[in-house]
């Protein structure tokens, strides 16, 4: 009835599975009526909203999606946002009665691979979409690979709850129990620290209703651990990665929600983050959690999961009581000795400023806990340039010998030479090796400035 491709007998056999997604009933049962014309055409499920068109791509994996651009939930470029990063596999064609070229630039940055007016006709509407099929075929293959990949490897797991991935899966969380004392710019430098060669490291903003690490590091996402809570009990662990945001030094970070309300469905479940965080650890070699001041079950559930808790405080003396009371708690749920550490930040080093602080050897026989690193009070305009650039604070510091830079790097050392078991001699050899790569940056930089080569 077309005059569209008709396909051959062998490509009848390979059906183009189709999801339709647009407000208006009687559109959809338009388009459904013009696709069931073609053998090789079948339309597997309607949805009626943005936010049920995601649902329904990732239960029914169709290999199209025809996406309305304008709803009322969710519109078509937020879902198809969202489609493209946690089913891949699925085209997305976006179709609008506005044919305006601003909607189609939108429309393909949101990851969509064609655009179709409503007032397209029946052979537009057929081509368009064999031939996002047949251009999206090295994208499906790709992922079938990875698939069979985890596949084999879940296969291959000995003991039942082994999380697949082969990396270490070292869990450090960062709590205060009051805010004000540096958190998150101890937890995003650390990360940033830890960074090494052939190292993979995530940061998760786990403060859920204000969370604060993207506006530090300057990233912006659709995505956010909500569109990982919603599958928190079987999380595709090779789609993961593409809901993770990539900061420009190359951190991967998992931003917390966007806004107080969104954080609404995971903290409904407060096991939440702590199931995410068992189920991806292994995906790295460490994981820093950006947590939130308070101590409820979901904080606790984090602490499990941890190999080890930095408890930030400062030198004063409500501080130190309130972190007094936080290791009371850890004491009373068993957590093994050595598991928490000490951080103090804004830590007055000349004396003669006469800052009523406590001295940090009183903090540390008070509390009984081994104080791993003593932060600097700094000028409030270098945390700030660091802010506005969109960088963690050691990145913001050029020499990394200067304060606080240097006990950044310093913790992040302890850390990655006690957890990943590295004795003296080989972190000697290690620190070597790093200091002879710099001299040589530094003679290659002075040898481009001198010569333009």
Known sequence: MSGGRKPTQDQQEDVITILLVDDIREVRENIGKLLAFEADLKVVGNAETGRQGVQMAKELQPDVIIMDINMPDMDGLQA???????????????????????????????????????????????????????????????????????????????????????????????????????????????????????VRVLLIDASLQFSDVGTFLNLKSQSSVVE?????????????????????????????????????????????????????????????????????????????????????????????????LVLDIFDKLDYEQGKTGIVLSKVVEDRRKRIPTVPVERVEGYLKVKVLAQIPAVDDRTYLSAVNKGVPLIAAERNPDRPPARQFYELATRLYNELMEIDEEEAEAIAQQKAEKQTKQKKGGLLTALFGR
């Open 80 to 198: 198809t946002n969202i489609i493209t990063k946690q089913v891949p596999t699925a085209a997305v064609i976006i179709m609008s009665v506005q044919n305006d070229p601003d909607y189609m630039r939108q429309a393909l940055r949101a990851g969509a691979r064609d655009f179709l007016g409503k007032s397209a006709s029946m052979d537009d509407l057929y081509n368009t979409i064999r031939a996002v099929y047949r251009n999206h075929e090295q994208v499906r293959r790709q992922y079938a690979a990875m698939e069979q990949g985890v596949m084999e490897k879940i296969r291959n797991v000995g003991e039942p709850g082994e999380t697949v991935g082969d990396r270490a899966g070292h869990v450090i969380a960062v709590y205060s129990p009051q805010g004000g004392t540096g958190k998150t710019t101890i937890a995003t430098s650390l990360a940033s620290a830890l960074m090494r060669e052939d």
């Open 228 to 324: 990982v809570a919603q599958d928190v009990d079987d999380i595709d662990l090779e789609l993961f990665e593409n809901i993770v945001t990539t900061h420009d030094s190359g951190l991967k970070v998992l931003l917390g929600p966007p806004r107080p309300e969104a954080a609404d469905p995971v903290v409904a479940r407060p096991d939440t983050m702590g199931r995410i965080i068992e189920q991806v650890r292994n995906l790295y070699d460490f994981v820093i959690v950006d947590t939130s001041t308070r101590l409820d079950e979901m904080q606790l559930g984090i602490f499990d999961q941890a190999s080890r808790i930095l408890l930030v405080g400062t030198p004063t003396l409500v501080s130190v009581k309130n972190m007094r």
